[in-house]
């Protein structure tokens, strides 16, 4: 089988890359005003249920806590 053109595998990694972060940002926008179960990571940083990273502040560690999805930053969900 012949190889594949580096120039066609960079132009189709390109458009994957534009493609997840497209339905990365619907993902994201979809979950404003949701009550999500987070796990607080640290104190910075938590995960829904579904494994989306969400930003926090001033919570302990281990954790978990309802809080309503006010918005995101583009890669992380805000409450």
């Not at 995960?47 to 990273?53: C, L, S, V, Y």
Request: charged fraction near 25%; glycine fraction near 10%.
């Amino acid at each position: 089988m012949p190889q594949v053109n580096g120039s066609l595998i960079k132009q189709r990694a390109k458009r994957l890359r534009a493609a997840g972060e497209a339905a990365l940002q619907r993902r994201l926008a979809s979950e404003s005003g949701a009550t999500r179960q987070v796990l607080i990571e640290s104190t910075t940083q938590g995960r829904t249920e579904h494994f989306i990273p969400v930003a926090i502040s001033g919570e302990t560690p281990g954790a978990v806590r309802a809080r309503t999805v006010v918005g995101n930053d583009g890669a992380r969900l805000t409450v």
